[in-house]
């Protein structure tokens, strides 16, 4: 299937990004026919789905499966979440380029009204969080009137990964809360729900990521018993979440030449994840943030003052004070050649920040 041309081998761009999109584990054979997808996606994927990609600002001859997870993906997902859902299945059966362009238009302004959504929510859930005078409890459980039932997900996801523990994001409507949950490593909230079956209206899900719908009145016992049960699985003191660094580069390194050959290793993703890199002893220069004021853009260079690239800390708008003080840092951040109004440009996303580790290496005899 994979190498031929049938009629099973061209729908392989569409399990490209169905794999990736769910967060599938790109390994075995899950990997190959993601590969198999993502080099077949210019010549083999639907009207509508090129045209999506080209509004993302991809070229569909290079598409990757960070442009699947983090592009094409969530404009899919809007339409569900804030928006008609029969605008992506629209965009994924016509035949008319007209109409393939206006759908991908289309969802890609739900897909920044969705990303408006979730910032709102995300901040009023971190408003309520700051109640807690910097002692949060083992699992963050935040329910709301006013909140979208299609955007609890991502604000959980988010959660998660800003505060490492899990979360449970509800939207209240009247006396029933519906809603999602995001875990980590070494807690499976899937089967913790389970333990609170008897107070839950419904629920499903696996080790990472479910869906629950609970009575409103029950969902501070919801959080006590979701918080013993992550004390009990993981200690009273949460893991740091682990970050895995894969090798040390230096600034002059982070070349666009770099980004290609990490290119051979796509596909990358859930189970297979990007390699991070080290950055020590780095100067962030001109940093500010972005017009949102959510993310931490920077000049990059190195203790000799030898300038490298622009980077972007993504959801870090209250880290810019380690940006702008002057004093080095060591980064940890992830390479990418990304294509934007048809030029090829070097992303450097960071991943962590800590304050700078020289390694001196000084005559101590006297």
């Known amino acids: 299937v994979v190498a031929g041309d049938g009629a099973a081998a061209r729908l392989l761009p569409l399990v490209a990004l169905g794999t990736v999109a769910d967060i599938v584990p790109l390994i075995g054979d899950n990997r190959t026919l993601v590969a198999a997808g993502l080099q077949r996606f210019d010549a083999d994927a639907p009207i509508g789905l090129r045209a999506l990609a080209a509004e993302g600002g ?23 979440r804030i928006g008609n859902p029969l605008i992506a299945l629209n965009l994924l059966l016509t035949d008319a380029e007209d109409e393939a362009r206006a759908l991908a238009r289309e969802l890609n302004r739900i897909n920044s009204e969705r990303q408006a959504v979730a910032d709102r929510m995300l901040a009023e859930a971190e408003h309520e969080l700051q109640e807690h005078a910097g002692e949060l409890p083992p ?21 998660v990964d800003r505060y490492g523990r899990p979360a449970v994001v509800l939207a209240r409507n009247g006396a029933i809360g519906r809603g999602s949950a995001r ?11 389970s333990l609170c079956d ?27 018993r979701l918080g013993a049960l992550v004390c009990e699985t993981l200690g009273p003191e949460l893991p740091a979440p682990p970050l895995r660094l894969d090798a040390e580069l230096s600034v002059r390194e982070l070349t666009i030449e ?3 050959v990490l290119r051979r290793l796509e ?43 622009r980077a972007i800390y993504f959801r870090a708008g209250a880290q810019l004070p380690t940006f702008t003080s002057g004093l080095p840092v060591d980064l940890a951040v992830s390479l990418r050649a990304a294509t934007w109004q048809g030029r090829e440009q070097l992303t450097v996303e960071v991943v962590d920040v800590r304050p700078a580790t020289v390694r001196e290496h000084r005559n101590s005899a006297r």
Request: charge should be neutral; glycine fraction near 12%.
């Open 58 to 80: 991809i070229d569909p001859a290079r598409v990757s499966s960070w442009d699947c997870g983090f592009v094409l993906g969530p404009r899919i997902n809007a339409a569900g």
């Open 258 to 260: 770099t980004a290609h």
């Open 139 to 159: 699992v963050l459980v935040l329910a709301r009137d006013d909140w979208g039932p299609g955007v609890v997900g991502l604000v959980a996801s988010r959660l």
């Open 198 to 224: 008897d107070m839950l209206i419904e629920h499903g899900g696996h080790s990472k990521a479910a869906g629950l719908t609970v009575e409103a009145a029950r969902v501070g016992e919801l959080e006590k």
């Open 183 to 193: 875990s980590i490593d070494g807690f499976n909230i899937s089967e913790a729900l």
């Open 267 to 309: 596909p990358v993703g859930h189970g297979n994840p990007a390699p991070i890199f080290l950055l020590r002893n780095v100067r962030p220069r001109a940093a500010r943030l972005t017009r949102d004021g959510a993310h931490v853009q920077f000049e990059i260079a190195d203790a000799e003052g030898r300038r490298g690239p």
